[in-house]
C-alpha cells in the first residue's frame, strides 16, 4: 500500500461542527431510507408470508437494476441544476418525503393477499420500485453533498465520522426491527406489528432530513455555477475513465460481497441453526448482536478517525477490511446452539470492520473528485455520487439475492421451521463463514494499487488552489 506518512493537511477543521453534526444527522433517514427494505423484506415477505425465497430475491435484483437508470440520471441532473437552494437540497427534501411515505406503504399488505404469492410478489415488487426510486433521489445528491462539503485531505474524514456516528445510530435501531414487530403489544401478530414499524421509519425519514436541509451550506457552489452543463454520457464516460474511481469500485464491490452476504444470511443462521427455528430467538440475537456491534463502532468512531491522520487512509481501510475477515472467521465456531450468545463476541468485528470501511471509502471517493477536477476541470460529485452508489446497489442485490437463490438451491424450506436438512444448515454455516473472509483478501490486496495517498492529494490540491485562484483574477480566460 501506498506510504502516507510524509503528508501534511491543509486544514482538517475546515467545517464547522455545527454543519458537520448537521449534515451528520441526515444519514440517519439516510441508512433507514436505503437498508430498511433490506432488514425487513426477507423477514416479512419470505418468513412470516412464505412468499417463495427465489421470488424475493428477484425483488431485490430487479430494483438494483433499475438503479443503472435512475442513478446517472438524478446523479447528472444534480450535477446541471443551478437553483436559488441549490443543487443537491432540492433533490434530498423531495427524495425524502417521497421515500418515508413509500416506505410505509410497502408493509400494509391487505390480508385478502396473504397465501396469494403472485399478488404477495407483485405488491413486494411495486412498492419496493417506487421506493428505491425516490431513495435514489435522495441518496445520489446527499453523497454529493457531503463529497463537496470539506476541500481538506483529513478534514473530509472527520465530516464522514459525523455522519458515520448517525449511520450507526441507524444500525442500532434496524437488527431490531423484526423482533419489535413480534411484541405482544401488537398480540402476537408481526404484520400488525410492521405496519407500526414502517410507519414509525417513514416519519423518521422525512423528519430527520430537515437539519442538514435547513442548517448545512453546499460547498463548490461558485465553482459549480461557472462550468458548463455536461450532457449524461460524456459524464458517465468521464467518470469510468477516472482511474482510481476504478480501483475503488472493485473494492466495494468484493467487500459489500462479503458483509453483505453476512447481513442476507445472519438471520436464517441464527434462527434455522443457532435457535433451532424459533424466530423471536433468533430476531433477538440478531438485534443483541447489532447493538453490541455498534457500541463497539461507536467507541471506534474517533479512534479509527485518530489513526487515520497517524498512518493514512489506506492502510487504517485495509485494518477495517481485515476485521470483517476475521469476524466471519470466527462465526463458523462461534455459532452454535449449545451456546447461542457465544456469538455475540463476533460482532464487534464484523459492525467495527464495516463502519469503518464506509467511513474511509466515503472519504476517499471525495477525494477522487478533487482528482476528477485536476484532470477534467468539472466538479462532478452528483455523477460519481450516483456511478458509486450504483455499483454499491447492484453488488448489494447480487449478495442478497444471490444468498436467497443458494437459499432455495440448498433445499432452505421456512415451512419446516427448525427441521431444515443437515446439507442445507452445513452449505448456509459454510457461505456464511466463508465467503466474507475470501473476499476481504481480495479487497486487501486491491488496496495496494490504490494511487491516491495523502501525498498525491495534497500535490492535487495545491494544483487546484493555484488554477482557482488564476481563473478567479483572471475572469475572462
Not at 465553482?223 to 449524461?232: D, L, M, N, T, V
Request: proline share 4%.
Amino acid at each position: 500500500m501506498a506510504s502516507e506518512n510524509d503528508e501534511p493537511s491543509f486544514n482538517p477543521n475546515d467545517v464547522s461542527v455545527g454543519h458537520k453534526l448537521a449534515y451528520g444527522f441526515g444519514a440517519l433517514p439516510h441508512e433507514l431510507a436505503v437498508t430498511g427494505v433490506k432488514y425487513l423484506g426477507k423477514e416479512i415477505f419470505n418468513v412470516t408470508l412464505h412468499l417463495n425465497a427465489s421470488l424475493v430475491a428477484i425483488v431485490f435484483l430487479i430494483t438494483r437494476v433499475w438503479d443503472a437508470f435512475t442513478d446517472p440520471y438524478i446523479g447528472n441532473k444534480s450535477d446541471n441544476t443551478r437553483s436559488k437552494w441549490g443543487r443537491r437540497k432540492p433533490f434530498i427534501l423531495s427524495g425524502a418525503i417521497c421515500a418515508g411515505i413509500i416506505f410505509t406503504f410497502i408493509w400494509w399488505v391487505p390480508k385478502g393477499i396473504y397465501g396469494n404469492m403472485t399478488l404477495l410478489f407483485w405488491w413486494f415488487m411495486i412498492f419496493t420500485l417506487l421506493h428505491y426510486t425516490a431513495v435514489t433521489i435522495f441518496q445520489v445528491p446527499y453523497n454529493a453533498f457531503g463529497y463537496e462539503l470539506s476541500s481538506d485531505y483529513h478534514g473530509r474524514t472527520k465530516v464522514f465520522a459525523y455522519r458515520t456516528f448517525f449511520a450507526q445510530v441507524a444500525k442500532l435501531i434496524l437488527p431490531w426491527t423484526y423482533f419489535l414487530c413480534q411484541l405482544d403489544i401488537f398480540n402476537n401478530d408481526t404484520m400488525v406489528g410492521v405496519k407500526w414499524v414502517g410507519a414509525t421509519a417513514g416519519a423518521i425519514i422525512i423528519l430527520f432530513i430537515l437539519p442538514t436541509i435547513l442548517k448545512v451550506p453546499e460547498g463548490q457552489i461558485k465553482k459549480a455555477r461557472k462550468q458548463a452543463k455536461i450532457k449524461i454520457w460524456n459524464s458517465i464516460r468521464m467518470t469510468w475513465k477516472t482511474e482510481p474511481f476504478r480501483i475503488l469500485v472493485f473494492l466495494t464491490f468484493v467487500t459489500i460481497f462479503g458483509s453483505n452476504f453476512v447481513l442476507a444470511l445472519g438471520t436464517y443462521v441464527n434462527i434455522y441453526y443457532v435457535a433451532q427455528g424459533d424466530t423471536i430467538l433468533g430476531a433477538k440475537l440478531t438485534g443483541l448482536g447489532g447493538t453490541i456491534g455498534t457500541i463497539a463502532a461507536f467507541a471506534s468512531i474517533p479512534l479509527l478517525t485518530w489513526l487515520s491522520i497517524r498512518i493514512g487512509k489506506i492502510l487504517t481501510l485495509g485494518i477495517c477490511i481485515g476485521l470483517i475477515g476475521i469476524g466471519s472467521i470466527l462465526s463458523w465456531w462461534l455459532y452454535t446452539p449449545e451456546s447461542p450468545y457465544l456469538q455475540l463476541i463476533t460482532y464487534p468485528f464484523m459492525v467495527m470492520g464495516d463502519m469503518g470501511f464506509w467511513l474511509f471509502i466515503t472519504s476517499m471517493k471525495a477525494d477522487i473528485c478533487d482528482w476528477d477536477e485536476w484532470k477534467t476541470g468539472y466538479r462532478r460529485e452528483g455523477m460519481f455520487g450516483a456511478a458509486s452508489g450504483w455499483f454499491q446497489k447492484m453488488t448489494q442485490a447480487l449478495t442478497f439475492s444471490g444468498s436467497l437463490f443458494l437459499l432455495d438451491f440448498i433445499g432452505f424450506d421456512p415451512a419446516l421451521k427448525g427441521d431444515q436438512g443437515d446439507g442445507t444448515i452445513l452449505w448456509m454455516r459454510l457461505v456464511y463463514a466463508g465467503m466474507p473472509a475470501l473476499l476481504a483478501i481480495a479487497g486487501i490486496i486491491a488496496l495496494k494499487l490504490y494511487p491516491m495517498n495523502g501525498k498525491k492529494a495534497l500535490e492535487i490540491q495545491t494544483d487546484l488552489k493555484t488554477r482557482r485562484a488564476k481563473a478567479e483574477s483572471n475572469p475572462e480566460e
